[in-house]
């Protein structure tokens, strides 16, 4: 007799595979009769074997990465390759302040570690502290400056072990969730009691050159998100002697919900010393002068993205040489990244070899501070290969702006602003897709009409155009050349104007000046003029104004005083593209405008709804941008 092969796990399938087995036996009997005592044997060995099989299932998903959902599973498999998970990270500000001791004989003055600052972000107040005491000697004018200190949001907490070698495996955990890993400091205190020999213990950064006697530490995670404190074992780093006190101080934070406060009201102690005693301050400090909002803050690495990131930094081997591995590592270092663009200076035209150009889209605001540059820059020097320059680009935001006519069926659409309303929505709604947000992302012109095709079945087209707009920032009143580059290649038509911007004033100019294009007879490249209106006539003022690529999708203005702008702090410049799908290349971000000067206009359908079946009524909206716009 052979066995019925069991290839499902489901209960119903089970049991019918019993009594299959059991039907080709001619021993048994009753098995298939619903009221008998053996019908109920089989449903309770069923049952046994389904959740037997759905445990057995579900054990080996957790022995996979990929599979896993159990946080302490892909914690400690992401652990296996060399992986360590982000913690909760703690919002940075940047501040300075001064204190005045011109009434008292103080050499030094000390911001001790702790409580400094309380900032105001919409919500409610923070505790913004410091991980480490800052001394600062006071100048000729007993003005101790504390210039561009860094402040943590989060409690500062501190957490003492004392070392019991009769416990075998003795742990020091950290008792806290949201704690920020970055911030802790380990002193180890060896010899008699508190009074001994205190030592600081650094983090592990690499096993390489560490000896018996390397003073080091390692973080890990366990369970329920708290942090495990682990010590060499005096062959791969010191262990910490029998007796010893080891102190860990660390920051709580709240994560994310720190970012953006801009004011801040002094709480923190300061002292001197005078007679080998710490004496406090409490009079002679400055308000705060914030340097830089709080910012970078972020909730624990989540486990779709320990999944996503730990194969990626494992396959870098922590180190970045190529393209790929920046695009891997700066995320696992910088927890507010949405996306990275990377590329060597080798493909650029002309090439600038020795360097590796990086473009950073945070989570949180349009562009990277000039602090969290340099932070990421400073974190990368341990994985980068010597010779090879970083340089970050600012990032730019390439719009897409949208003029659609939707036409509908009347007799299936009464409300049109509700109509209106769902269609926006779903635009915005693309426009939050991976497809676009993302370096090297593309608009997918048929996905945006589909998007809108979709939302009714009322809905019987649409005909929808698109521009392409960058914002040209200017240095006013400076003599200045301006490239402003769309990475994606233009429409040319020989009557001129597919370039339309702003507004903008130039030194001895009357009145608003606006550029546009002219291309040469190849249609490849052409010229950029500037332009008034006067009395509703154009009137050329610069025929040789700057060049522009249309393969390329480039303008160049050559140098050029702006003394002012209609909008706020830039010229916006809008481009008919050659094909509506469009593409980010390089440092480019596309945005889909929803809001702006997109615009949605919906058209009854008067064939389709029969209120003009011979259509003598019926004009279809154009698929063109009109000629004669010529300004934006």
């Known amino acids: 007799m052979s066995f019925t092969q069991f290839t499902n796990l489901d209960f119903n399938t089970l049991r019918a595979q019993i009594k299959d087995y059991l039907r080709s036996n001619s021993n048994f009997s009753d098995f298939d009769f619903e009221g008998s005592n053996f019908s109920i044997l089989i449903d309770t060995l069923a049952y046994n074997s389904?959740?037997?099989?759905?445990?057995?299932?579900?054990?080996?998903?957790?022995?996979?990465?990929?599979?896993?959902?159990?946080?302490?599973?892909?914690?400690?498999?992401?652990?296996?390759?060399?992986?360590?998970?982000?913690?909760?990270?703690?919002?940075?500000?940047?501040?300075?302040?001064?204190?005045?001791?011109?009434?008292?004989?103080?050499?030094?003055?000390?911001?001790?570690?702790?409580?400094?600052?309380?900032?105001?972000?919409?919500?409610?107040?923070?505790?913004?502290?410091?991980?480490?005491?800052?001394?600062?000697?006071?100048?000729?004018?007993?003005?101790?400056?504390?210039?561009?200190?860094?402040?943590f949001e989060g409690n500062y907490i501190t957490k003492t072990f004392v070392v019991d070698s009769s416990q075998t495996n003795q742990r020091f955990i950290l008792p806290n969730s949201n704690i920020d890993t970055s911030s802790i400091r380990v002193d180890v205190t060896e010899g008699q009691g508190r009074s001994g020999t205190t030592l600081q213990y650094n983090a592990y950064t690499n096993i390489f050159d560490v000896n018996p006697s390397s003073r080091l530490f390692l973080v890990q995670e366990i369970n329920d998100e708290k942090y495990q404190i682990m010590f060499g074992d005096n062959i791969l780093g010191r262990k910490p002697a029998n007796g010893a006190i080891i102190k860990v101080s660390y920051i709580v934070t709240s994560g994310n919900n720190g970012n953006g406060a801009t004011n801040f009201n002094f709480s923190g102690r300061l002292t001197y010393i005078s007679s080998g005693v710490d004496v406090d301050i409490t009079s002679g400090i400055s308000l705060i002068s914030t340097i830089q909002s709080s910012e970078n803050g972020d909730s624990i690495e989540s486990v779709d993205n320990i999944k996503y990131l730990a194969p990626?930094?494992?396959?870098?081997?922590?180190?970045?040489?190529?393209?790929?591995?920046?695009?891997?590592?700066?995320?696992?270092?910088?927890?507010?990244?949405?996306?990275?663009?990377?590329?060597?200076?080798?493909?650029?035209?002309?090439?600038?070899?020795?360097?590796?150009?990086?473009?950073?889209?945070?989570?949180?605001?349009?562009?990277?501070?000039?602090?969290?540059?340099?932070?990421?820059?400073?974190?990368?020097?341990?994985?980068?290969?010597?010779?090879?320059?970083?340089?970050?680009?600012?990032?730019?935001?390439?719009?897409?702006?949208?003029?659609?006519?939707?036409?509908?069926?009347?007799?299936?659409?009464?409300?049109?602003?509700?109509?209106?309303?769902?269609?926006?929505?779903?635009?915005?709604?693309?426009?939050?897709?991976?497809?676009?947000?993302?370096?090297?992302?593309?608009?997918?012109?048929?996905?945006?009409?589909?998007?809108?095709?979709?939302?009714?079945?009322?809905?019987?087209?649409?005909?929808?155009?698109?521009?392409?707009?960058?914002?040209?920032?200017?240095?006013?009143?400076?003599?200045?050349?301006?490239?402003?580059?769309?990475?994606?290649?233009?429409?040319?038509?020989?009557?001129?104007?597919?370039?339309?911007?702003?507004?903008?004033?130039?030194?001895?100019?009357?009145?608003?000046?606006?550029?546009?294009?002219?291309?040469?007879?190849?249609?490849?490249?052409?010229?950029?003029k500037f332009f008034v209106i006067e009395n509703g006539t154009i009137k050329f003022i610069n025929n040789n104004a700057g060049s522009i690529d249309y393969v390329k999708g480039e303008i160049i203005l050559f140098p050029v005083t702006i003394s002012s702008t209609t909008l706020p702090n830039r010229v916006e410049i809008e481009v008919t593209p050659e094909s509506n799908d469009i593409v980010a290349k390089e440092n480019l971000y596309i945005v889909l405008d929803t809001t702006g000067n997109s615009k949605l206009n919906l058209l009854e359908d008067v064939l389709v709804s029969g209120s003009n079946i011979s259509g003598t009524n019926y004009i279809p909206p154009s698929s063109f941008i009109s000629n004669k716009k010529y300004t934006r």
Do not use: W
Not at 58 to 85: K, Q
Not at 352 to 370: D, Y
């Open 50 to 151: 389904y959740i037997t099989a759905y445990n057995t299932n579900m054990a080996v998903n957790e022995s996979f990465i990929d599979s896993a959902t159990l946080r302490e599973n892909v914690v400690s498999l992401a652990r296996n390759i060399g992986y360590v998970p982000r913690s909760t990270k703690s919002s940075v500000a940047q501040v300075s302040f001064t204190v005045d001791v011109s009434s008292l004989n103080a050499k030094q003055v000390k911001l001790n570690a702790g409580l400094v600052a309380l900032g105001s972000v919409a919500g409610g107040d923070y505790i913004f502290s410091i991980p480490e005491d800052i001394t600062v000697t006071p100048n000729s004018a007993k003005i101790a400056s504390f210039n561009n200190i860094s402040i």
């Open 312 to 528: 990626r930094v494992y396959a870098s081997q922590y180190r970045a040489v190529t393209p790929n591995d920046y695009k891997s590592l700066i995320p696992f270092l910088y927890p507010n990244v949405d996306s990275v663009s990377a590329y060597g200076g080798e493909e650029l035209d002309p090439p600038q070899f020795g360097k590796i150009f990086i473009t950073v889209k945070p989570k949180n605001g349009e562009f990277l501070s000039s602090v969290a540059k340099n932070s990421i820059k400073n974190d990368l020097k341990n994985y980068t290969v010597a010779g090879i320059k970083q340089e970050f680009l600012d990032l730019m935001y390439l719009y897409v702006e949208y003029n659609s006519t939707v036409s509908f069926d009347s007799g299936f659409i009464s409300d049109k602003l509700n109509l209106q309303s769902r269609i926006t929505s779903a635009i915005e709604n693309y426009s939050k897709s991976a497809d676009i947000n993302s370096f090297g992302g593309r608009l997918k012109y048929s996905k945006l009409l589909s998007q809108i095709d979709k939302v009714d079945t009322g809905i019987t087209s649409n005909i929808t155009t698109l521009v392409i707009r960058r914002n040209m920032i200017p240095a006013y009143n400076t003599i200045a050349t301006y490239e402003v580059c769309y990475g994606n290649r233009f429409h040319a038509d020989l009557e001129g104007f597919n370039v339309r911007s702003s507004p903008f004033k130039l030194e001895s100019v009357d009145g608003d000046v606006y550029l546009t294009d002219f291309p040469n007879n190849d249609q490849l490249t052409g010229i950029i």
